[in-house]
């Protein structure tokens, strides 16, 4: 069964990266911008259970598409910024992405260049569950890793503080994006 995400190529190279986020976010124009409601409770209710019917994610609710579409995005921004010379040491010609909660693969992030391999995870998360997420992907990530192995985190910027500088581990690195669109 194709699922409409699947419209987005999960391998980004500098000549498809321009045009699936443009396709992505093209994915996001049909859906609602308001809820009504009579009264919070069934607003609440509606928002974590009644299917969003459009986007990336039609048979999910607004909430859990939230999720998904901000960390996607994310995700998306920062394979750009990669590309584009970001972080001089993660510089591969292609990566192999997840979107949304596909688990066909270790990690959101992966690519490799025959000598040494990336693995990576995306995510977008409030200031309040950014410790957790960080220490959790971290965490299974330095289970897999091996002596010539990348490891990459990519956030939103407004995780964390401006000035938060994480610390890091040899071949550990950290990307801050900033979702402006």
């Known amino acids: 069964m194709s699922r409409i995400i699947d419209q987005i190529p999960n391998r980004l190279n500098k000549t498809n990266i321009e045009k699936a986020i443009a396709d992505y976010l093209n994915l996001l124009e049909n859906i609602p911008l308001k809820l009504q409601s009579e009264n919070v409770l069934k607003f609440l209710t509606d928002l974590k ?19 998904r579409i901000m960390s996607d995005l994310t995700i998306l921004y920062g394979i750009k910024e990669l ?32 000598i040494s391999k990336l693995i990576g995870e995306g995510f977008n998360v409030a200031k309040s569950f950014f410790q ?27 995780a964390v503080l401006e000035s938060y500088r994480p610390v890091r581990r040899t071949n550990e690195y950290h990307l801050k994006i900033k979702l402006d669109i």
């Open 83 to 114: 590309l584009n010379g970001a972080i001089n040491e993660i510089n591969y010609d292609e990566y192999q992405v997840e979107f949304g909660h596909d688990n066909y693969n270790d990690n959101d992030i992966y690519a490799s260049d025959g």
């Open 49 to 67: 259970r009644e299917k969003i019917n459009s986007g990336p994610y039609p048979n999910v609710t607004l909430f859990e598409s939230a999720n």
């Open 132 to 158: 957790t997420k960080k220490a959790n992907a971290l965490k299974k990530m330095r289970a897999q890793i091996k002596p010539n192995d990348k490891l990459l985190l990519i956030y939103n910027s407004d």
